[in-house]
């Protein structure tokens, strides 16, 4: 079955870091771009960060809000793809979503990310 299980979210106060882990089953996730989106209440769906195959070398690119302070990363061995997040505000406050590029595309369930004192 494919699917991807995204986990690490929670709560942390300004300035802080995350770690999110995204797990795929049912596919290699190194032959996909994959990408984080993330949702706040009240706003759409915005693509974070995203990571190419490795076809494409991994190339990632970054949304400008969070340039700088996010790196998206693949462990291959562990077919995960990661999202540090360092240095967190609280309009970081949204679910995250893993999500493979591709036909089908597949998304995660989504973990919650709270940036607040």
């Known amino acids: 079955q494919v699917q991807l299980v995204e986990s690490g979210g929670g709560l942390v106060q300004p300035g802080g870091s995350l770690r999110l882990s995204c797990v795929a089953s049912g596919f290699l996730s190194s032959l996909y771009a994959m990408e984080w989106y993330r949702q706040a209440p009240g706003k759409q769906r915005e693509l974070v960060a995203s990571i190419a195959s490795m076809i494409h070398n991994s190339n990632t690119n970054y949304a400008d809000s969070v340039k700088g302070r996010f790196t998206v990363s693949r462990d291959n061995a562990k077919n995960t793809v990661y999202l540090q997040m360092n240095s967190l505000k609280p309009e970081d406050t949204a679910v995250f979503y893993c999500?493979?590029?591709?036909?089908?595309?597949?998304w995660g369930q989504g973990t919650q990310v709270t940036v607040s004192s």
């Open positions: 999500h493979r590029v591709g036909r089908p595309d597949v």
